[in-house]
């Protein structure tokens, strides 16, 4: 990355939309299109400074990605419990399939 290179609004926009989108990590990004990190954190802060979006923290996640992760756990724990519940039930299934013949 050089030092005091300019860009286009066109590429900046399309950075910025990359990184809003939620794909993949703004590190990512900024590596990919080889500008730097605080870079692309500046324009995304520009960008929302300039449509009154309010910056979210860093630090906290978004209530939406918080729902997906949660229920996210809770269907990994229901699967588990569910495949021990097959393997119960085929024990079960050929323990009385030796009794009838």
């Known amino acids: ?3 005091g290179k300019k860009y ?7 950075a ?5 989108s939620g794909e993949e990590p703004i590190r990512k990004i900024a ?10 954190y500046s324009w995304i802060r520009n ?3 300039k449509n009154n979006l309010k910056a979210a923290p860093k630090s906290k996640k ?3 990605m918080e729902s997906i992760e949660e229920e996210l756990k ?3 724990k229901e699967n588990a419990i569910l495949k021990k519940e097959k393997e119960i039930l085929k ?3 050929a323990y009385f399939a030796k009794e009838t013949l």
């Open 1 to 3: 990355m050089a030092k």
């Open 16 to 20: 910025v939309q990359l990184a809003l």
């Open 74 to 76: 809770r269907l990994r």
């Open 8 to 14: 286009s609004e066109e590429f900046k926009k399309t």
């Open 91 to 93: 024990k079960a299934a």
């Open 31 to 40: 590596k990919d299109l080889e500008i730097g990190e605080k870079t692309l």
């Open 47 to 49: 960008h929302k400074l």
């Open 62 to 64: 978004s209530s939406s």
